[in-house]
């Protein structure tokens, strides 16, 4: 038996995060190292989207979140920009036939507006396709940012508040969750993040409150699904407590 096996038989299958996301760092890094341009990182990196989207899907993770393109990211050189809009088109066309043969489903968070209409229509093309898929919940965030989020939903519940349309003392943290794009979707287990930085960088700010945080130096396009699994061992090695003391976790209180 290989490694990896080994690695995936050790896990408590009756606790694999539902929800994993992920920042995808280290694709400029291991392109410069190589000598490459750093869109050969890009390129290089699609094909760790294909291997953690395979295996999020077989160990029965439900959503798998990935920060793809964030607000951030439109002050890149515009080449650079430009490079990636395509790859992310070119990527989700080409991936199309095994995501809907791994039945996974595409959901895109983000200012889709502001991606140019090849890549957008690609993504809308695949997000209908894959529409009735019941596995796995992919959600790509693309032009995507909380603060933007954030700022997002207060407008739209001020808008509403001042329209009559809702009371404003009702205006709960589930409200609030629910006006977010990621209404619906579980707050993510586990936040994964490659590249060795150690921060957030604007992402799920709300959505992480009490997510288990793994951070690895290993660059995006390196990542394999060994140290993917490692990093799920190292969550289930982990004690939720959200707030509450050792003792009382144990006792399930
Ligand atoms: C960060 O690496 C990575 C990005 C800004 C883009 C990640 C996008 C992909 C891997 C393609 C996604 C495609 C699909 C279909 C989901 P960096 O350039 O910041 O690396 P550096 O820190 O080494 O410079």
Known sequence: ?????????????NRIPVHVAMIMDGNGRWAQKKGFARSEGHAEGISTVHR???????????????????????NR?????????????WAIERELPELLRNNVRIHLLGDIDRIPQEARERLFYAREATAHCTGLQLN?????????????????????????????ESISEEV????????????????????GEERISNYLLWQIAYSELYFTPVL??????????????????????????????????
């Open 77 to 89: 050189p515009p080449e650079e920009v430009a490079t990636l809009m395509y790859l992310i088109g």
């Open 140 to 168: 790509m965030c693309l032009s995507y940012s909380s603060r933007w989020e954030i700022t997002e939903a207060a407008r739209v519940l001020a808008r509403k508040a001042a329209a009559g349309e809702i009371d404003p």
């Open 1 to 13: 038996m290989d490694e990896l096996q080994k690695k995936i038989d050790s896990l408590d299958r």
């Open 52 to 74: 953690v989207t395979k295996l999020s899907s077989d160990l029965g993770v439900k959503y798998l979140t990935l920060y793809a393109f964030s607000t951030e990211n439109w």
């Open 176 to 195: 609030f969750a629910s006006s977010l794009t990621t209404a619906g979707i579980p707050d993510p287990d586990l936040l994964i993040r490659t590249g």
């Open 220 to 253: 995006w396009p390196d990542f394999s699904d060994a140290e993917y699994v490692d990093a799920i061992i190292d969550y289930q090695n982990r004690e939720r407590r959200y707030g509450k003391t050792s003792e009382q976790v144990r006792n399930n209180e």
